[in-house]
């Protein structure tokens, strides 16, 4: 966990270039909006990912957060190169993913695994653990060796805390915190630098998520790795992140410290999706103010001119916000590090608390809602996580 | 049931008359012979006019189907439900079909996880509300669509009357989740049952439908039942809080000393599996071992024994029974363990008091 190098960054942007794994920069995922039955015409886009940069240090926990349909899951792919980005660069060890075509983008994939949501979905319900964890390393060529490869597997078991006749069983043999232990092993079986985790812990009941949170600490101390953690629920990645990144609706609107987002949000958002959170203890419940947002997130395929947020932030102000697509900037303000970077034309002055919230009106945040045909369903999540 | 809809507020909290909500020795079994499976084991408890109770457990211990067989929802085929479950002196689980139709949805409404699939994908929102109104209340359908417009409004959906044309597809997932809330409302019943309304949902939109859910209980007196696997929805929702594991009720508490003092130590495990934004960072999770798979059967023991910490002989050799615990910490608090915990799990952990937010 806090195996990362103590060291701050000192410049706004970039990082001693030794320390950092990946580097993503101004990356941009747009899906087009097709229309028509025989021709088909591009009516739109969705601006999925709409200008991320994000940079990662060796054996460093990313967490990545936001409400569904911002847009943490397409960076988390496209960092994988699983979706193809419409513009931008990924960087990964000095390489540029993106420029890679074919088998020198394969033989790059060996270093950088995803484990996913739901367990069940991802792993082949016919194919046996062994046959799961052997594929990956045969393509790689990591299996040539039999009585290697067996020695291997089993030392994969033990890592993720399988029992050694797990190897002959089929994922519907198992439960769902096991069937996610057997996707880490399979993410683990090509000796990875990078592992993405897509909300790897949010279909699974609270006892074994503990146990899956722990064990991920565990490998990442065991096997130097470097994670990028992309979830919704706040409280699993401030325990395993180093450093947080807040998403809205295709880019980040905060980027700190763990310990700083959570004791100091500059972040209207941050402060708002801080604040839903329920604590599980009574009296913190009683006495603590939340701030309630209105309405839903606006349409991706249309989103809000100026700040992305500013349809529902309770700071708004009249001049700026609607206009000027804030940047990520470091914020002049007293115990700020240089490593806590904000989305936000008027932080210091919310920080400060000059500027108070008001109200906001609902009608405006509903005209985004309903204006772009496509994505309604966006607010609710799919089926597969709401298992409790 | 005499009394046509009553409108009636009743005092909130729990007071010593008459419960609205008595069940009893519920017990659904599933299948029949040697492979039947009791998905609820016995269980009892009480919802007053105007309280919220809550039922907590992980996937499997029996929350869902308790809320199903209340509402008489189950499938009359492959399965029995014995125990009475009694609703303002009438004992549901005796009705006819026809007689539960009555209820349902005019004394008792539920809430169900999915939003999208509990709304008719073809029907337009307005007529799927105002069908509540016109089955119970016999309006008419133009005062029906009126009325309609008017509880969308009430649950915070802005423009009604353009909503009640659309279909559910049109709408997002909060929206959807408040227009079934909306539904539930109609009637003004006495009851409601919210099985994990917010789980499908993010966590800015869950904050806004609990915060509804609070403000329609203070208003209206709504008897609330809260089904959930969250401890942090419980925190600051419910009155009374029973925690159920494989079937049966293991612990009963009010909230504060629920969370304060837990004494059974599957509800210390919970607590102490879920990180806190409160605390401070580093705390290694202390998670429950195991999974629901490793139960036993509760005639040979205690269900949770093969996962307890605090395990000792005589757990695997006889049932615990769900009794009350310490006088000191009053009547209402019950236990069924043989070996409780003494401390909170949680104490030793560093902990800050102030909210982060």
Known sequence: MTTSTPTQPTADQALPDEDVLLDVRGLKVHFPIKKGVLIDRTVGHVYAVDGMDLQIRRGETYGLVGESGCGKSTFGRAVLQLEEPTEGEVLFDGTDLASLRGEALRRQRRHMQMVFQDPLGSLDPRQTVEQLLLEGMRAHGLADDAKAARARLSALLDAVGLPKNALSKYPHEFSGGQRQRVGIARALSVDPKLIVADEPVSALDVSVQAQVVNLLEDLQEEFGLTYLVIAHDLAVVRHISDRIGVMYLGALVEEADADDLYTSPLHPYTRALLSAVPVPDPTVEDTREQILLAGDLPSPANPPSGCRFHTRCPWRQATRCDTERPQLRVVDLPGTPAGHRVACHWAEQIASGELRPHDVDMELTDQTLTAGPVDTTLGAKGLTDTLP | ?357
């Open chain 2, 1 to 357: 049931m005499t009394t046509q809809a009553s409108t009636t507020a009743y005092p909130s909290g729990a007071g010593g008359g008459e419960p609205l909500l008595s069940v009893r020795d519920l017990t659904v079994t599933f299948g029949r012979g040697g492979r039947a499976f009791t998905a609820v084991d016995h269980v009892s408890f009480d919802v007053q006019p105007g309280q919220t109770v809550g039922l907590v457990g992980e996937s499997g211990c029996g929350k869902s189907v308790t809320s199903l067989a209340i509402m008489q929802l189950l499938p009359s085929r492959g399965n029995t439900v014995s125990g009475t479950v009694s609703f303002a002196g009438e004992d549901l689980l005796s009705l006819s079909d026809a007689q539960m139709r009555d209820r349902r949805g005019r004394d008792l409404a539920m809430i169900f996880q999915d939003p999208l699939s509990s709304l008719n994908p073809v029907v337009p929102l307005g007529t799927q509300v105002a069908e509540v109104l016109q089955r119970h209340k016999g309006m008419k359908n133009a005062p029906a669509q009126k009325r309609a417009a008017e509880l969308l409004d009430k649950v915070g959906i802005p423009d009604p009357t353009r909503r009640l044309k659309e279909y559910p597809h049109q709408l997002s997932g909060g929206m959807r989740q408040r227009a079934l809330i909306a539904m539930a409302l109609a009637c003004e019943p006495r009851l409601l049952i919210a099985d994990e309304p917010t789980t499908a949902l993010d966590v800015t939109i869950q904050a806004q439908i609990l915060a509804l859910l609070k403000e329609l209980v203070q208003d209206s007196g709504t008897a609330l039942i809260m089904i959930t696997h969250d401890l942090g929805v419980v925190a600051g929702l419910c009155d009374e809080v029973n925690v159920l594991y494989g079937g049966r009720i293991v612990e009963r508490a009010g909230r504060h000393d629920l969370f304060a003092r837990p004494r059974h130590p599957y509800t210390g495990g919970l607590l102490a599996s879920i990180p806190r934004l409160t605390e401070e960072r580093g705390r290694r999770l202390t998670p429950v071992p195991g999974s629901v798979a490793d139960n036993i059967p509760w005639d040979h023991g205690c269900a949770f024994a093969p996962r307890c910490a605090s395990e000792i002989g005589v757990c695997r050799e006889r049932t615990p029974e769900l009794v009350p615990d310490r006088p000191e910490l009053g009547a209402d608090r019950l236990l069924r363990c043989h070996n409780p915990l003494e401390s909170n799990p949680l104490d030793d952990a560093p902990t800050t008091e102030e909210s982060g937010a």
